[in-house]
């Protein structure tokens, strides 16, 4: 089991820019593969962006594709998200999670362990 807990969320115009970061305990993180979900008010909870624990493997969600970036730094147990281009249809609590293995997944069910959600909030 490994605690997440995300930062760098807040306020920010139409088309701007965010970096989300996500800080993992323990000593087993690059055995994660580890991914992003965010949910919008009455909505389900929806996948962002996942990576492999070498960081050489992505993939994405079809709504932030050629906009956001998955990354991670194995080193300071942190995974991140850069978001370019944003737009008010990005508004939501941001969520980052973490399942043990090497296959990549997209699924909320696939994920073991998650953090307690940043605010990400973008206005027109």
């Known amino acids: 089991q490994v605690q997440l807990v995300e930062s760098g969320g807040g306020l920010v115009q139409a088309g701007g820019s965010l970096r989300l970061a996500c800080a993992a305990s323990?000593?087993?993180?690059?055995?994660?593969?580890m991914g992003w979900f965010r949910q919008a008010p009455g909505k389900e909870r929806e996948f962002v962006a996942t990576?492999?624990?070498?960081?050489?493997?992505?993939y994405y969600g079809d709504s932030v594709k050629g906009r956001f970036t998955i990354s991670r730094d194995n080193a300071k147990n942190t995974v991140y998200l850069q978001m370019n281009s944003l737009q008010p249809e990005d508004t939501a609590v941001y969520y980052c999670a973490a399942r043990v293995g090497a296959t990549l997944a997209t699924r909320v069910a696939a994920y073991d362990d998650w953090g307690q959600g940043t605010q990400v909030t973008v206005s027109s």
């Open positions: 990576i492999s624990g070498s960081g050489g493997m992505f």
């Open positions: 323990g000593r087993t993180f690059s055995s994660h593969v």
